[in-house]
């Protein structure tokens, strides 16, 4: 898994709160248990005016022409809330969001989202509605993303996060937890190899 420092990139301003991980991968999609595909599915009540997917919903925030390509979600408080679905993160990562912006998240969202490598960054509500004044503002500009100095550049405004060592640990280094698992390979041969023989 390649690790992650830093990111320029666009951001999709989803000017909602509590937007629930049932909205970000409805139920009926979930049925697959692998990681990829998922993005087709990404908001799809939302994204879409009819039940097969095939008819972009113009009024939706992620079909509008500015936002195609973007990496970077920034939303309203509460972002992943409801069921505890894997999927959720599946999807956005699958889309191609690569980095998540709130005043806060669900816990159990937030644990999945890290572990699926990507960055949910925490900043305050006032933090948040000066970003979105600044992208829609600022349409088609980037923002930067800088997990090494924890940082998020945007115009000339330079935006403080936190992350607890570990994760950040994680993320730069490209750990998932078999990789850190695999970090300790020569001590789990070596215990291993001294396991008595009626143990094994």
Known sequence: MTGFKQLSGLVVPLDAANVDTDAIIPKQFLQAITRV??????????????????????EFVLNFPQYQGATILLARKNLG????????????????????????FADIFYNNSLNNHMLPIRLSEQEIEE??????????????????????????????????????????????????????????????????????
């Open 81 to 104: 809330c409801g069921s505890s679905r894997e999927h959720a993160p599946w999807a956005l990562a699958d889309y191609g969001f690569k980095v998540m912006i709130a005043p806060s």
């Open 131 to 200: 970003i979105f004044q600044w992208v829609w503002a600022n349409e088609g500009k980037q923002i930067h993303v800088d997990l090494e100095a924890m940082t998020v550049t945007v115009g000339n405004t330079v935006y403080h996060f936190e992350l607890d060592e570990f994760r950040r640990h994680c993320l730069l280094n490209g750990l998932d937890n078999i990789g850190l698992t695999l970090q300790h390979e020569n001590k789990i041969s070596e215990y291993e190899k001294n396991i008595p023989a009626f143990l094994r």
């Open 37 to 58: 595909g998922f993005g087709k599915h990404l908001f799809h009540e939302w994204r879409y005016l009819d039940v097969e997917g095939t008819q972009p919903n113009p």
